[in-house]
């Protein structure tokens, strides 16, 4: 199955935009559905932006919408997070992820990557 690996985290000013990155390895990457997930101190891991198989399809919660946007390559087999007007909200531990099934639901993703940190400070 595909395995992910998640860069390009850091700490940045409340309003700059970041960029992650997540390289899949194994397994057919565009057999997948691709989403990123973020979990901050003391709360639940949260589904932020899914993207269906061949990238025509995206979904996005309200917390985020308008400001992240996620795009994948699959002759690449790379997913981006494109985060822009970063709040300290913001703030978490941000995971990509691959699965099967709806892209919009959280419970479709069950390889992880490892997680890296970005940190909006004000």
């Known amino acids: 199955q595909v395995q992910p690996v998640e860069s390009g985290g850091g700490l940045v000013q409340a309003g700059d935009s970041l960029t992650l990155s997540c390289a899949a390895s194994?397994?057919?990457?565009?057999?997948?559905?691709m989403a990123w997930f973020r979990q901050a101190p003391g709360k639940e891991r949260m589904l932020i932006a899914g993207i269906n198989w061949s990238g025509s399809h995206t979904y996005y919660p309200d917390s985020v919408k308008g400001r992240f946007t996620v795009t994948r390559d699959n002759t690449k087999s790379t997913v981006k997070l494109q985060m822009n007007s970063l709040k300290s909200d913001d703030t978490a531990v941000y995971y990509c992820?691959?699965?099967?099934?709806?892209?919009?639901?959280?419970?479709?993703?069950?390889?992880w990557g490892q997680g890296v940190q970005v940190t909006v400070s004000s």
């Open positions: 194994g397994g057919t990457f565009d057999n997948y559905a």
């Open positions: 992820a691959a699965g099967h099934g709806p892209y919009g639901s959280s419970r479709s993703y069950y390889s």
